[in-house]
């Protein structure tokens, strides 16, 4: 069984309203090179969590730092027309992000949550996440 001592939170950087599924990602990914999808969990808009790389497996979502965490993605992150980073995220993924990662907090005793952004130049998840969670 994997230590794991990190919860990172992601979006997929697409447009507010962009229908996008685990399949979706698993696709971007495996053309990436990946061997599935990199996050553990994606929330879609409707607040409905889905699997995606089992807990057991190392996540492909955070570079230097897959090994012992978990990788949740929400669904948006960028405005509707897709050129600008914002927190799309709908109050029913709000309220799912904070159920999950409650869950996983006490599943995994002691793992601190974090932002994409505190390991990459990136905006990702588009809000802040030690404020929030």
């Not at 997929?12 to 990602?25: F, L």
Request: glycine content about 10%; proline content about 5%.
């Amino acid at each position: 069984m994997r230590k794991i001592n990190r919860i990172i939170i992601h979006c997929t950087a697409t447009p507010a309203g962009r229908q996008v599924t685990v399949a979706d990602i698993d696709r971007w990914h495996r053309a990436r090179g990946f061997s599935q999808i990199g996050y553990h969990y994606v929330i879609y808009a409707d607040g409905s969590v889905h699997n995606g790389r089992p807990e057991g497996k190392i996540g492909a979502h955070c570079l230097g730092h897959n090994t012992s965490s978990i990788g949740i993605a929400y669904v948006g992150g960028l405005t509707p027309d897709g050129s600008t980073p914002a927190d799309t995220r709908t109050e029913a993924q709000k309220s799912s992000l904070r159920a999950l990662v409650e869950h996983l907090r006490a599943k995994y005793p002691g793992c601190t949550v974090h932002g994409h952004r505190e390991f990459a130049s990136k905006a990702c998840p588009c809000f802040d996440v030690r404020k929030e969670l």
